[in-house]
């Protein structure tokens, strides 16, 4: 398949490295002098309501968040455009499978799609991930410079498959709710020889974009466009239930309706995983990851903050409930915490739980 970047012209590429570079200043040079603005007022807060008050009286605050903000559309206007002027071919590419498919593709055209999905754009791209089968190679183009470059090979999903994912040698379903345009879903067949995969999302552009991949590379992976609180999978099927970077995209009502339906899923004794965010303890870094949600248009992320998730868990029926934090650079699971980061980064953390054996 067309890899948009291989393509790209002397100017689409310095667009794209200016825009890595500002995003990278702001993480590795802009955050720190924030702390160093912070540490200087001797501010004492215990909570990220106290530390959001000293923040916000910084003079520097103003312009970390405008960085944020503006590089985030800057991104999409370069990703846009990148994949605009190849509408035809990537169009054409998106229906070029195998006549005898490795996996398989099922669309729901009469999937009514919640408000809350669509009545925002979310991250800023403009008409988010849902509303044209160029939205999904937009946002797979940009992830690639949220990510840092981080990203390349999906080997933040790989890091997360290898760590945080139970080793099952005779697992026979695997699903991913949430799963885009295949990234997390990827790395599961070869974590998972044995199972089926299978990738559910609320998308069609997505899931399009996602089995094109899967196909060219040989992966067996099933996608399904559902919702992930209803995904119409059988009860008690599967091994693993996963998913990253997706339940802080709902309110707090479908957090809960979605760890149910993952309970539903689960074999007695298997296993949810989920990637998300994770309050850190350090009042000032959690400010900053708390209004994150207005600077990127992220309108649940408070909602997933405030939803105590272990207890929405053990009221679905699921035990061994844990949250770990997760290093995407190199570590992967990481008990003992995030280590000592100054730059502004993302606190990952995996949720876990098992389902208790009948």
């Not at 910084?58 to 990148?82: C, I, N, T």
């Not at 350090?282 to 408070?302: K, M, Q, W």
């Not at 909602?303 to 998730?309: A, K, T």
């Amino acid at each position: 398949m067309l890899d948009i970047e291989e393509r790209l012209t002397l100017d689409e590429r310095s667009a794209v490295d200016f825009v890595l570079g500002l995003r990278k200043r702001w993480a590795d040079t802009v955050y720190p002098a924030l702390r160093e603005e912070y540490g200087a007022t001797g501010a004492a807060a215990t909570t990220v309501g106290d530390a959001s008050q000293v923040l916000r009286g910084l003079p520097l605050y103003p312009w970390f968040s405008h960085l944020e903000r503006v590089q985030q559309k800057m991104l999409w206007k370069v990703a846009g455009d990148a994949v605009l002027s190849r509408r035809e071919e990537l169009t054409d590419q998106l229906t070029s499978v195998p006549e005898q498919p490795k996996g398989s593709l099922e669309l729901n055209p009469d999937l009514e799609l919640p408000d809350w999905y669509t009545d925002y754009d979310i991250h800023i791209q403009p008409g988010s991930f849902f509303s044209d089968d160029m939205s999904a190679y937009v946002y797979e183009f940009g992830a690639r410079i949220v990510m840092l470059r981080d990203n390349d090979g999906y080997k933040f999903h790989t890091l997360f498959a290898k760590t945080a994912l139970p080793e099952l040698p005779a697992a026979t379903r695997i699903v991913d709710i949430g799963c885009g345009f295949g990234k997390s879903t990827r790395p599961l067949p070869a974590k998972y020889p044995t199972a089926q995969v299978i990738g559910v999302d609320l998308a069609a552009p997505g899931l399009r974009l996602a089995h094109a991949e899967a196909e060219a590379t040989g992966l067996a992976i099933d996608y399904r466009q559902a919702d992930g609180r209803a995904t119409g999978i059988e009860s008690g099927s599967c091994d693993v239930v996963t998913g990253t970077m997706v339940l802080h995209e709902m309110p707090a009502a479908a957090i809960r309706e979605t760890i149910v339906e993952a309970a539903r899923l689960l074999k007695p004794g298997g296993s949810l995983r989920f990637l998300e965010f994770m309050l850190t303890g350090d009042p000032l870094r959690d400010a900053t990851v708390y209004e994150h949600a207005e600077r990127n248009n992220e309108p649940f992320f408070h909602d997933l903050f405030g939803s105590d998730l272990i207890e929405v868990c053990a009221e679905a029926g699921l035990t061994d409930v844990s949250w770990t934090p997760f290093d995407e650079r190199r570590n992967g699971v990481q008990p003992q915490g995030w280590g000592d980061r100054p730059e502004w980064h993302f606190p990952w953390a995996v949720l876990a739980a098992t389902k208790p054996e009948a």
